[in-house]
């Protein structure tokens, strides 16, 4: 007789990730010389009953339907659906997005890398984006057994990059979770990298929440503008 192997319980949370600034340690931006990972994490729960529907309901009430993607950069730069918003619609449309990521029930484990002191610091300066996410993971990892869900398996959502950047991004997820991370321990994680196509409500808010981590450190005391405060 063999054993019957059970799932594993999956946890009550989900996370969903994503980056501000570009992972070149070649190039640097003087105006923007970081790397910033966002790792928005919800009650899945609390994500299905508040955020998400928040987030689509926002879209019906200014597009009349919800496929248009709050992107951060399209909606900086007055691209695509967001072309059109004269002053008056574009500020309440930012008021509506800022509540709704103010009042999102989630917590937020920002990294942020400076990438002329990271290398400054280091003759051979690990990848940002890698680097980043090693950091977050390990951290994630304590804020979810804080929540006694250490030993359940957590789906991180990310964003698909291109073929060869998803692949290198698998294979450190790997190693980070089979035990090359602080406490040399495997991490009950799960991978799933989906295109910016499939419309994720909490992909977009981890987006829109990236870039204003990042001004945050570069410009202190200036109050970031998409309402995102809280971090851990």
Same mark, same amino acid.
């Given at each position: 007789?063999?054993? =019957?192997?059970?799932? $594993?319980?999956?946890? !009550?949370?989900?996370?969903? /990730?994503?980056e &501000?600034?570009?992972h ?8 923007? $010389?970081? %790397? ?24 019906? *009430?200014?597009?009349g339907? !919800?496929?248009?993607?709050?992107? *951060? ?14 002053? *008056?619609?574009?500020? =309440?449309?930012?008021e ?13 484990? =920002? ?9 400054q #610091?280091? &003759?051979?300066?690990?990848? $940002?984006?890698?680097?980043? %996410?090693? %950091? ?15 030993? #359940? ?5 990310? *964003? ?39 419309? &994720? ?14 001004? &945050? /450190?570069? #410009?202190?005391?200036?109050?970031p ?6 971090? !851990?």
């Amino acid at each position: 007789m063999h054993a =019957a192997r059970l799932a $594993p319980v999956k946890s !009550d949370f989900i996370v969903y /990730v994503d980056e &501000s600034g570009d992972h070149s340690l070649e190039s640097i931006d003087i105006h923007y $010389p970081l %790397f910033v990972l966002s790792f928005c994490v919800f009650r899945i729960a609390d994500y299905n009953t508040l955020t998400a529907p928040a987030v689509r309901k926002l879209k019906f *009430e200014l597009f009349g339907h !919800d496929m248009v993607v709050f992107h *951060e950069m399209d909606i900086r730069r007055k691209r695509g659906a967001f072309a059109t918003f004269g002053k *008056e619609q574009r500020d =309440a449309f930012m008021e509506s997005l800022a509540l709704i990521i103010a009042a999102a029930p989630m917590k937020i484990i =920002a990294v942020v890398i400076d990438k002329v002191r990271h290398k400054q #610091r280091y &003759s051979k300066p690990a990848h $940002p984006y890698h680097l980043a %996410f090693g %950091f977050g993971l390990e951290r994630l990892h304590r804020l979810l057994r804080s929540h006694g869900q250490g030993d #359940r398996l957590t789906h991180v959502i990310c *964003e698909a990059r291109g073929a060869n950047e998803d692949e290198e991004l698998e294979l450190e997820f790997r190693g980070i979770r089979d035990g090359d991370n602080y406490r040399g321990e495997r991490l009950p994680f799960e991978l799933v990298v989906t295109n910016k196509r499939t419309n &994720s409500e909490g992909l977009q808010i981890a987006d829109l929440t990236a870039r204003p981590i990042g001004l &945050s /450190v570069l #410009r202190p005391g200036q109050p970031p503008k998409a309402g995102c405060t809280a971090t !851990d």
